[in-house]
Structures are given as C-alpha cells and as structure tokens.
C-alpha cells in the first residue's frame, strides 16, 4: 500500500496509510488501526511526534 504524506499550510504532516513512527528512542509508537496520523511541524504540541492543533495557537507559518 502507498502511503501519502501532505504538509498541510501552517499545519502538520498528514500521512495517509499504514506507517511504523518511532521516537528518539528508537521505541515503536502505537500507530494501529490509525489510517491517518498527523505530526506536528510547529514543535509545540504537547503529544509530540503527534499534532495536537497547537500550531493554531502560536500562529506558526511555515517556510
């Protein structure tokens, strides 16, 4: 299955598709049964690797 990452504007990254998401660690983030993620691109979310739509608040603009 392809799986499709958008950069939303002033937003995270969207990936659409059945993905494996580790953090720093290297530990595997439960992603099952979600057919789509969004992670952060702000930097500011408090559910990072994950978007919790705090971008809003800090007015973040992407390059």
């Not at 990936?15 to 993620?37: A, F, M, N």
Request: aromatic letters at 6%; hydrophobic letters at 25%.
């Amino acid at each position: 299955m392809t799986v499709k990452i958008s950069a939303r504007p002033n937003g995270p990254y969207l990936i659409e598709g059945e993905c494996e998401v580790y953090d720093p660690s290297g530990k595997k983030l439960d992603t099952t049964g979600k057919p789509k993620i969004a992670l952060c691109r702000c930097g500011h979310s408090s559910t990072k690797p994950f978007c919790d739509g705090t971008h809003n608040k800090v007015g973040f603009q992407a390059t």
